[in-house]
């Protein structure tokens, strides 16, 4: 039943991207997809318990995408917090079987409590009004300014006068140079500070973005600069991100198994129990587990030490995912290939992996030549 999952979510178009979409729900607190079926046939292995088996074919029903529907088309009953679908004019109606991928996020409470987009609302709503506060502040501010300055005696002279406003206009528009007779000259003033009340909107903007990356991200010192003496608590904070993560695939994985699984499986159920020479009613029962790989953030450095350890220690890595994590294209020709460093081997020595000589291998010798007659 694994192998046939596996065949059904290889034939599905974007199911990352549709998985992707679901995680809306930390923002929500919910999220719920549409599942399109259609006709078909599928091809897996059926295991014979010894790496082999047969390749067979079943016809059916089987799902060909995911679309994310939007949050607006959900409504919930008071009672018991389940979701139904707003038709509009056709009013409320409960979801129908085997047809939606309904996820909550993690937590506690009715759904629409769930999501993070409460406690945040409002620092978005700051963040850009402050940022819109800011931008009147340095338009009216911000903006270096020019000043003319002439001699006392010229004050009276309305050609000096009007010699000293063309000659700010120019330097405004930068379209003219002109030249200043003695007595008048122009000076670029700096903005007004204002007593720094500049920074202050810097200062709130900056404050609303790291208390929302906390929300989202569910710790503190990877989205800003901590206190002296923090590096190690960023470690630890680093690992609470990466059990946000893990917690969001482990419930994301649960809704799949129940209601696209499930629903590929009793849809199908006659084909199946045929397939696998058992009664429709048992084939619930071999629901497979379902679940997303979540890798830590490693740099490539230290994922290749963690390789290198693994193969000293007799685990064989998949060179595949060496080549896919550290992206390392596969060499096209002999010609294209980088010889690594150049190992001196004894005269008669044999060169093995670290996994071959875990297991044991002979070192061959040389035969000692045969005495003379």
Known sequence: MAHCMRAVIDEMDGFSASIYSSLSKNCDGWSMSEIIWRPGTIRFQMHDGMGGGKMISVEGIWPCGIEWVHPKHTRFDFDSDEPRIDLGPDG???????????????????????????????????????????????????????????????????????????????????????????????????????????????????????????AVLGETLTTEAGESGSYKLGEVHADSAHEVVVGDALW?????????????????????????????EELPTANPLCGFRVEREWTPSVRMDMFTKAAALGIKPSKSQ????????KAHSPEDEIQGEPIVIPDGAKAVGAADAMDGSENPKDEPPAPKQ
Request: glycine content about 8%; charged content about 20%.
């Open 92 to 214: 409320v109606v409960p979801l129908p079987r085997h047809k939606f991928l309904y996820s909550r996020a993690v937590g506690e409470g009715i759904a629409s409590s769930r999501g993070y987009s409460r406690s945040v609302v409002w620092m978005h709503f700051f963040r850009a009004a402050t940022i819109r506060d800011w931008n009147v502040f340095l338009h009216l501010y911000g903006i270096p300014f020019l000043s003319g300055k002439m001699d006392r005696q010229m004050w009276k002279d309305t050609n000096m006068k009007a010699v000293l406003e063309l000659a700010l206009q120019a330097y405004g528009t930068g379209d003219q140079a002109p030249i200043l007779p003695d007595g008048l000259s122009v000076e670029v003033k700096d903005p007004v500070s204002l007593g720094g009340a500049g920074d202050a909107h810097w200062r709130l903007a900056g404050f609303c973005n790291a208390e929302i990356s906390k």
């Open 252 to 280: 994301t994985a649960s809704d799949v198994r129940t209601d696209l699984f499930l629903s590929v499986i009793e849809l199908n159920a006659a084909a199946l129990a045929t397939a696998f020479n058992v009664r429709p």
């Open 322 to 329: 060496v080549r896919r994590e550290l992206q390392i294209d």
